[in-house]
């Protein structure tokens, strides 16, 4: 099994920019990266960011704020925060070498069972397994049944092989990924095939079984487009969800209350007009109506309920570290909402 499934990623392995060269820290920003986020957005920022951050000596160095901007556009920014705490215990603590035992690396902020599994066996070569949904479809597949979670570790655990032991894990998540897809397999070009159970009983396409998921939670958000000599305000969110990212004013509130918010937030009556954007955004089981409604200030604000406010030029909202609301909001990402200008 070990031979032919190495054999065929030999030959089949996708060239990814993570693969070229490999490296313990480089291992670990990829597979953060790739948390929630597809191969192909990660793969054009994954270079420009090495270049920003080489090691974890040069984020440590940097500021929180700055490793979040030059994470924006790949979502989930507390793996990015995350990031630079572990990288500055990596620094402090390790001399800058990313640790090579399992409670060293599983320790560090951000790092759960499988990513400490990446990067010890990618880059260490370390016989630990690496398991992920793709792998656990491969081997409950090959199984024929759904595994349980112990079932599922013992499993992967046992084939990691001696040698090789990254190429194996990274060969079965591969499998995974291009070949053992959740829907349509390919088993005809499976090199596991002879010895797979679901592809001799037919039961490929029904497993693993789906998770039962929580039902939806729907809820509303209103922020405010508040705009002041050709600049728009935006909110530096304070430390905790969301914490140091850009939103506009606002709160997960109906329209009623975005007055109240905004007096709460920003330390002045408002008044809120027509809304000008609409955008939904899923976050796990909740559903999130968002809606951005023009809005002027009775005073100047001050930073009530946020770390920060500043005024934005409306061009630069592109690159600023922003909430996926805000970003959605704000018209530069999924084509689900544009802004429109305020004519007051
Ligand atoms: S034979 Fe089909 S179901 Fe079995 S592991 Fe290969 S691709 Fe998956």
Redesign the pocket.
């Known amino acids: 099994m070990q031979v032919r499934l190495l054999g065929w990623f030999q030959t089949a392995a996708r060239d990814l920019p993570w693969r070229r060269e490999r490296s313990a820290w480089r291992t670990w920003v990829s597979e953060l990266m790739l948390q929630q986020t597809t191969v192909g957005t990660v793969a054009p920022r994954f270079e420009e960011f090495l270049r920003r951050f080489p090691d974890a000596r040069a984020m440590a160095a940097a500021s929180e704020q700055d490793v979040v901007e030059a994470w924006a556009g790949l979502g989930y920014y507390s793996r990015a925060r995350n990031l630079h705490r572990a990288a500055r215990i990596v620094a402090e603590k390790h001399g800058g070498e990313v640790p090579r035992t399992w409670d060293d690396v599983r320790a560090l902020p951000g790092i759960g069972d499988y990513t400490a599994g990446a990067v010890l066996s990618l880059a260490h070569g370390v016989r630990v397994p690496c398991v992920d949904g793709n792998v656990r479809r ?1 081997l409950s ?2 199984a024929g049944r759904d595994l349980d979670g112990r079932e599922l570790a013992e499993r992967a655990a046992e084939l990691v092989p001696e040698s090789a032991p990254g190429k194996w894990n990274e060969a079965l998540m591969e499998l995974g990924a291009t ?2 897809r959740p829907r349509d ?3 005809g070009a ?1 090199p ?2 002879a010895g ?1 159970r ?2 001799i009983e037919g039961s ?1 396409d029904r497993l693993p079984a789906p998770k039962v998921r929580p039902a939806t939670v729907k809820a509303k958000a209103s922020y405010a487009w508040i705009e002041r000599r050709g600049r728009v305000l935006l909110g530096r969110r304070p430390p905790g969800p969301l914490g140091g990212l850009w939103e506009f004013p606002g709160d997960r509130v109906p329209r009623a209350c975005l007055a109240a918010a905004l007096r709460a937030r920003l330390g002045v009556a408002a008044r809120v007009g027509a809304r000008i954007a609409s955008a939904r955004h899923t976050i796990t089981h909740h559903r999130i109506d968002a809606a951005l409604y023009a809005a002027t200030l009775r005073a100047d604000p001050r930073a009530a309920g946020y770390a920060e406010l500043s005024w934005i030029r409306e061009r630069d909202l592109p690159a600023l570290p922003m909430t996926a609301a805000a970003r959605k909001l704000s018209g530069d990402r999924n084509g689900s909402a544009r802004v429109w200008k305020v004519i007051e």
């Open positions: 491969v597949r090959l070949v053992c397999p390919a088993c499976c596991l095939a797979c679901a592809r490929a």
